[in-house]
Antibody, heavy 117, light 110 residues
Framework: EVQLVDSGGGLVQSGGSLRLSCEAS????????MRWVRQSPGKGLEWVAT????????YYRDSVRGRFTISRDNAKSSLYLQMNSLRVDDTAVYYC??????????WGQGTLVTVSS | QSALTQPPSASGSPGQSVAISCTGT?????????VSWYQQHPGKAPKIIIH???KRSSGVPDRFSGSKSGNTASLTVSGLQAEDEADYFC??????????FGTGTTVTVL
Protein backbone atom coordinates (compact mmCIF):
# COMPACT_ATOMS: atom_id res chain seq x y z
CA GLU A 1 0.00 0.00 0.00
CA VAL A 2 1.33 3.42 -0.98
CA GLN A 3 1.81 5.66 2.05
CA LEU A 4 3.10 9.22 2.34
CA VAL A 5 3.59 10.71 5.80
CA ASP A 6 4.13 14.46 6.03
CA SER A 7 5.81 16.12 8.99
CA GLY A 8 7.73 19.21 10.08
CA GLY A 9 5.01 21.85 10.11
CA GLY A 10 4.57 24.36 12.91
CA LEU A 11 4.36 28.00 13.91
CA VAL A 12 7.12 30.30 12.69
CA GLN A 13 7.57 34.07 12.52
CA SER A 14 7.65 35.95 9.25
CA GLY A 15 11.15 35.74 7.79
CA GLY A 16 11.86 32.44 9.51
CA SER A 17 12.62 28.98 8.14
CA LEU A 18 11.09 25.54 8.34
CA ARG A 19 11.92 22.15 6.80
CA LEU A 20 9.13 19.79 5.85
CA SER A 21 9.62 16.06 5.37
CA CYS A 22 7.64 13.34 3.64
CA GLU A 23 8.39 9.68 4.28
CA ALA A 24 7.26 7.35 1.51
CA SER A 25 6.60 3.61 1.58
CA UNK A 26 4.85 0.93 -0.46
CA UNK A 27 6.35 1.85 -3.84
CA UNK A 28 9.67 2.36 -5.62
CA UNK A 29 10.26 5.94 -4.52
CA UNK A 30 13.18 6.47 -6.91
CA UNK A 31 10.94 5.81 -9.93
CA UNK A 32 8.62 8.76 -9.41
CA UNK A 33 8.62 12.53 -9.67
CA MET A 34 7.38 13.97 -6.38
CA ARG A 35 5.56 17.23 -5.61
CA TRP A 36 4.57 19.56 -2.82
CA VAL A 37 1.08 21.08 -2.98
CA ARG A 38 -0.33 23.52 -0.43
CA GLN A 39 -3.78 24.64 0.65
CA SER A 40 -4.39 27.89 2.51
CA PRO A 41 -7.05 27.71 5.24
CA GLY A 42 -10.48 27.47 3.63
CA LYS A 43 -9.04 27.95 0.15
CA GLY A 44 -7.98 26.02 -2.92
CA LEU A 45 -4.99 23.90 -3.78
CA GLU A 46 -1.77 25.40 -5.10
CA TRP A 47 1.13 23.52 -6.71
CA VAL A 48 4.40 24.50 -5.02
CA ALA A 49 7.29 22.45 -6.41
CA THR A 50 8.23 19.26 -8.25
CA UNK A 51 11.43 17.21 -8.29
CA UNK A 52 12.57 14.66 -10.82
CA UNK A 53 13.12 10.98 -9.89
CA UNK A 54 16.87 11.34 -9.45
CA UNK A 55 16.74 14.85 -8.00
CA UNK A 56 18.53 16.34 -11.00
CA UNK A 57 15.74 18.80 -11.88
CA UNK A 58 13.51 20.99 -9.73
CA TYR A 59 10.55 23.17 -10.66
CA TYR A 60 8.89 25.90 -8.58
CA ARG A 61 5.94 28.23 -8.69
CA ASP A 62 7.01 31.83 -9.15
CA SER A 63 6.03 32.98 -5.65
CA VAL A 64 8.37 30.52 -3.88
CA ARG A 65 11.29 30.33 -6.31
CA GLY A 66 14.45 31.46 -4.59
CA ARG A 67 12.96 30.95 -1.10
CA PHE A 68 11.95 27.27 -1.12
CA THR A 69 14.08 24.26 -2.07
CA ILE A 70 12.68 20.82 -2.84
CA SER A 71 15.01 17.86 -2.38
CA ARG A 72 14.91 14.12 -1.92
CA ASP A 73 16.92 11.26 -0.45
CA ASN A 74 16.10 8.13 -2.44
CA ALA A 75 18.06 5.93 -0.04
CA LYS A 76 15.65 7.00 2.71
CA SER A 77 12.56 7.24 0.45
CA SER A 78 12.08 10.77 1.69
CA LEU A 79 11.09 14.10 0.20
CA TYR A 80 11.89 17.48 1.72
CA LEU A 81 10.89 21.11 1.39
CA GLN A 82 13.24 23.70 2.87
CA MET A 83 11.32 26.93 3.30
CA ASN A 84 13.24 30.15 3.98
CA SER A 85 12.16 33.79 4.23
CA LEU A 86 8.66 32.67 5.08
CA ARG A 87 5.79 35.10 4.59
CA VAL A 88 2.33 35.27 6.17
CA ASP A 89 0.82 34.21 2.85
CA ASP A 90 2.80 30.95 2.94
CA THR A 91 0.48 29.83 5.75
CA ALA A 92 -1.14 26.61 4.54
CA VAL A 93 -1.40 22.87 4.90
CA TYR A 94 1.43 21.39 2.86
CA TYR A 95 0.92 18.02 1.19
CA CYS A 96 3.51 15.85 -0.49
CA UNK A 97 2.17 13.94 -3.46
CA UNK A 98 3.38 11.28 -5.86
CA UNK A 99 3.35 12.32 -9.50
CA UNK A 100 1.95 9.94 -12.11
CA UNK A 101 0.35 10.46 -15.52
CA UNK A 102 0.65 14.25 -15.13
CA UNK A 103 -1.46 14.04 -11.99
CA UNK A 104 -0.92 13.50 -8.26
CA UNK A 105 -2.12 10.00 -7.54
CA UNK A 106 -1.28 9.63 -3.85
CA TRP A 107 -1.14 12.31 -1.16
CA GLY A 108 0.22 12.60 2.35
CA GLN A 109 -2.04 13.63 5.20
CA GLY A 110 -0.63 17.15 5.17
CA THR A 111 1.29 19.25 7.69
CA LEU A 112 0.21 22.73 8.80
CA VAL A 113 2.58 25.66 8.46
CA THR A 114 1.54 28.86 10.18
CA VAL A 115 3.54 32.04 9.60
CA SER A 116 2.86 34.84 12.03
CA SER A 117 3.63 38.51 11.57
CA GLN B 1 0.18 30.57 -12.98
CA SER B 2 -3.43 31.76 -12.56
CA ALA B 3 -5.96 29.41 -10.99
CA LEU B 4 -8.47 27.64 -13.19
CA THR B 5 -12.06 28.84 -12.73
CA GLN B 6 -14.70 26.59 -11.15
CA PRO B 7 -18.18 27.43 -9.88
CA PRO B 8 -18.10 27.80 -6.06
CA SER B 9 -20.96 25.37 -5.54
CA ALA B 10 -23.15 22.73 -7.17
CA SER B 11 -25.92 20.57 -5.81
CA GLY B 12 -28.30 17.77 -6.64
CA SER B 13 -30.65 15.29 -5.07
CA PRO B 14 -29.67 11.68 -4.52
CA GLY B 15 -29.73 9.82 -7.82
CA GLN B 16 -29.45 12.96 -9.91
CA SER B 17 -26.44 14.14 -11.90
CA VAL B 18 -24.26 17.16 -11.30
CA ALA B 19 -21.68 18.64 -13.67
CA ILE B 20 -18.76 20.82 -12.61
CA SER B 21 -16.93 23.01 -15.10
CA CYS B 22 -13.27 24.02 -15.01
CA THR B 23 -12.21 26.85 -17.31
CA GLY B 24 -8.64 27.65 -18.21
CA THR B 25 -6.76 28.90 -21.23
CA UNK B 26 -5.00 27.60 -24.32
CA UNK B 27 -1.81 27.51 -22.21
CA UNK B 28 -3.15 24.91 -19.82
CA UNK B 29 -6.42 22.99 -20.36
CA UNK B 30 -6.63 23.83 -24.06
CA UNK B 31 -3.02 22.95 -24.73
CA UNK B 32 -2.72 19.53 -23.11
CA UNK B 33 -4.83 16.45 -22.41
CA UNK B 34 -3.58 16.39 -18.84
CA VAL B 35 -6.57 17.46 -16.76
CA SER B 36 -7.10 15.72 -13.45
CA TRP B 37 -9.86 15.93 -10.84
CA TYR B 38 -9.65 15.49 -7.06
CA GLN B 39 -12.23 14.92 -4.34
CA GLN B 40 -11.62 16.29 -0.86
CA HIS B 41 -13.74 15.60 2.20
CA PRO B 42 -13.49 18.02 5.16
CA GLY B 43 -10.25 17.64 7.05
CA LYS B 44 -8.91 15.04 4.65
CA ALA B 45 -6.26 15.01 1.93
CA PRO B 46 -7.38 15.24 -1.70
CA LYS B 47 -8.02 11.97 -3.51
CA ILE B 48 -7.57 11.58 -7.24
CA ILE B 49 -10.68 10.71 -9.24
CA ILE B 50 -9.79 11.39 -12.88
CA HIS B 51 -6.49 11.78 -14.75
CA UNK B 52 -5.69 12.59 -18.38
CA UNK B 53 -9.12 14.24 -18.87
CA UNK B 54 -11.30 11.13 -18.69
CA LYS B 55 -9.42 8.17 -17.18
CA ARG B 56 -10.86 7.04 -13.85
CA SER B 57 -8.35 6.28 -11.16
CA SER B 58 -8.27 2.79 -9.65
CA GLY B 59 -11.30 2.04 -7.49
CA VAL B 60 -13.30 5.10 -8.58
CA PRO B 61 -16.92 4.26 -9.46
CA ASP B 62 -18.01 4.73 -13.07
CA ARG B 63 -20.52 7.30 -11.82
CA PHE B 64 -17.64 9.75 -12.18
CA SER B 65 -16.70 10.86 -15.68
CA GLY B 66 -14.51 13.56 -17.18
CA SER B 67 -14.40 15.39 -20.49
CA LYS B 68 -12.85 18.40 -22.16
CA SER B 69 -13.80 20.83 -24.91
CA GLY B 70 -11.44 23.61 -25.86
CA ASN B 71 -10.28 25.44 -22.75
CA THR B 72 -12.96 23.94 -20.49
CA ALA B 73 -12.96 20.60 -18.70
CA SER B 74 -15.91 19.03 -16.94
CA LEU B 75 -16.52 16.46 -14.23
CA THR B 76 -19.92 14.77 -14.13
CA VAL B 77 -21.14 12.80 -11.14
CA SER B 78 -24.11 10.62 -12.04
CA GLY B 79 -26.42 8.89 -9.59
CA LEU B 80 -25.41 11.21 -6.75
CA GLN B 81 -24.87 9.56 -3.38
CA ALA B 82 -24.52 11.07 0.06
CA GLU B 83 -20.81 10.26 0.18
CA ASP B 84 -20.23 12.36 -2.95
CA GLU B 85 -20.76 15.50 -0.86
CA ALA B 86 -17.27 17.04 -0.87
CA ASP B 87 -15.05 19.66 -2.46
CA TYR B 88 -13.84 18.97 -5.99
CA PHE B 89 -10.75 20.49 -7.60
CA CYS B 90 -9.56 20.32 -11.18
CA UNK B 91 -5.93 20.60 -12.21
CA UNK B 92 -4.10 20.95 -15.50
CA UNK B 93 -0.56 20.71 -16.77
CA UNK B 94 0.57 24.11 -18.04
CA UNK B 95 3.87 23.21 -19.67
CA UNK B 96 7.44 23.38 -18.32
CA UNK B 97 6.53 21.12 -15.41
CA UNK B 98 4.09 23.69 -14.05
CA UNK B 99 0.66 22.71 -12.78
CA UNK B 100 -2.38 24.82 -11.99
CA PHE B 101 -5.37 23.94 -9.83
CA GLY B 102 -8.95 25.11 -9.97
CA THR B 103 -10.65 27.32 -7.40
CA GLY B 104 -12.71 24.39 -6.14
CA THR B 105 -16.41 23.47 -6.13
CA THR B 106 -18.40 22.36 -3.11
CA VAL B 107 -20.94 19.70 -4.05
CA THR B 108 -23.98 19.40 -1.80
CA VAL B 109 -26.30 16.42 -1.91
CA LEU B 110 -29.74 17.75 -1.08
Amino acid sequence: EVQLVDSGGGLVQSGGSLRLSCEASGFSFNNYYMRWVRQSPGKGLEWVATIKEDGSEEYYRDSVRGRFTISRDNAKSSLYLQMNSLRVDDTAVYYCARASNYASDHWGQGTLVTVSS
Amino acid sequence: QSALTQPPSASGSPGQSVAISCTGTSSDIGGYNYVSWYQQHPGKAPKIIIHEVSKRSSGVPDRFSGSKSGNTASLTVSGLQAEDEADYFCSSYAGSNIFVFGTGTTVTVL
